[in-house]
């Protein structure tokens, strides 16, 4: 059985590195306080007889033993970066849950079947570099390993110099072929409402949403704000915020918005940012969403064509580039089972699909998945506000520990 | 009589610190390239006689002594610093005419009545250092000297630190008590289409129209953008496209629009920049102008009745403050006598009144005041592509010549 106050006492050690004065966390992938906090997940997984493997793009795995050492591990994983406003809770539950089953196991003296590996993944916010899930992605060799270390931030620098600097490019190739797991459990913060109106404190995913980013350029030209009339200019941010109210029009039309589409724009850099020079160049980044992937097209149909009408209208130059496509993902059904019957033992009998993406999507591809939510207060999160009750963190470890020794036994 | 090929070949001298490989200019005010054309500027002067003073917010008086010495100098100002994205003509043509001047009274052998100097002010751009026209207006004790050295940058370093790390506070207090001139002449281009619709190289300015600038905080919260339902967002950054464009709106209705009204936002900065967390704040700059201070006031107005409707509608907070207020402008009598009489011997009668704002506009607070427009190609301003031709750049020093003498002699 989890230890609740354990689990919860292990949550904010492992948020020394990185928190806020707000309560938040901004621990953006490679920095200072992502090495120590890796340092400390690698100390801490030691004391329950784990041996690690890091990989090329900064993966660790901590792996105990089981009986049959020639199967590879049953992984447990998440991620311990977090966004630049960030919480205590996404990413960090589900893998201070991995190191709370690793706990169980050991102090009840556990060997299981498979050998178990508690997996922290690279980078899976993309708040420092984009994509998301780049860790994982390259593991499920989704990217290649020079992919994700040519990632650069707003700065530059690059994930591969950063993991360089960090000590943690490993020697391990990243590669699910070379360095497989027999199957992966996650833990995670629902980060929406439905949990917490329905009153539950953990639940079932199905899988996960149809998602697409996408980089657009809008192209105008410098003139003075003072001088130019009106009808004489080309303004590239008078551009881009039409862009914006209409991507948030076509998503919050009644039928894409009844089957739950999203569009969100909310990285924006202005050229050249002077107070009287009308903007000659805006960069933002798109971010669509559905269950369906059919809808994230259409939604992309429409900001194509009608982003095309605010550019000749204002004389503008645009160009539209997807720069991340991850499809609608369903989790496996043996997988899902072990989680429904662990789920039921307390209660907890709904279902639902993530409207964030996970390192769950990436290990989909290869080998069976399957993820726990847990709920959070009012949805929120990506805001230092994001808060899950100890109880609930409790119980979602749990689920995760019934349906984890389920598939073990299976 | 302005030497034509003298005079460009100035333009582009000038020009040979802080250019840019598209043949415009980014000279942002004292940074390494403005101190080496301030050093540039004093030479030159010197050649020709002057003397100098430099006040406390680095404008720089090069003086050439008349027959009176006991008299302020006449003077002839404009800028030296540029736009980011700025072109080889905005001020620096002003300052230009002004040394062309004193060339032709020395090669002449004329000693003027009173005597005469020619002023680069500071920051008149403001692109680095907002608001705008900032030397002129501490001189004229519209700000302080104090307020001028604590302006910073958008790295938060201070134009009175800059000054001084580039050797240009000067001994002299900043002040028009303390260091008067008997009256200001400036020479600039147009920066609007009107002379080059009319083909006329040169014009009247009657006055300078009304101006001011805002800055507006939009405080909403940081959510996912992935699992938050659309109508559970408070999205700071649609909140501020929303704004964009109704400012535009605004100042395109009619009434306004038939007046010359004119808003926009040119600078832009969103929080916390992560493609998947919805924007939690952003501040924008307004810049508003009409020659009618009464409809910038009515631009005000709807502004703030509108945009606290988007923020009702978001569930965003807004703070919405004046940082820079510029009524409209009308310039002296005999001043713009002697630019008229001078510019009709050159076939020039038109009169205009500037979009842009100049430092003109503070000298005129407590000197005769008056200015000499000159036309440029497609009225393009703050644009690299910016450009006047060789004849029109003589055509302006010429009227300069002749009202400046007519002064003189008055
Ligand atoms: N869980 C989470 O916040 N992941 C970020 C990936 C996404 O944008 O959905
Ligand atoms: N001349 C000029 O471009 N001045 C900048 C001040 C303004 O914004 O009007």
Redesign the pocket.
Known sequence: KINESRINATIHESCEWGNTPDGGMNRLTANDDDKRVRDWFIAKTKEYGCSHKIDAIGNIFAIRPGQNNSLPPIAIGSHLDTQPTGGRYDGILGVVCGVEVLKVLHENNITSYAPVAVVNWTNEEGARFPPCMLGSGVWAEQFTTEYGHTRVDLAGISLGDELKRIGYVGSEAASFRTNPILAHFEVHIEQGPILDKEEKPAGVVRGVQSMKWYNLKITGREA????TPMDRRSDALLGAAKMIVEANRIATTRDLADRGARATIAVINSSPQS??TIAGEVQINLDMRSPFDEDVAEMERQCRENFEKVCEEHGLKLTFETIWTSPAVNFNEVMKQCVRSSALELGCNMELTSGAGHDSVYTSKHVPTAMIFVRCRDGVSHNPAEYTRPEDCAAGAQVLLGAYLRYDNY
Not at 224 to 227: F, L, R
């Open positions: 003075h704000t003072g001088s107070i009287n």
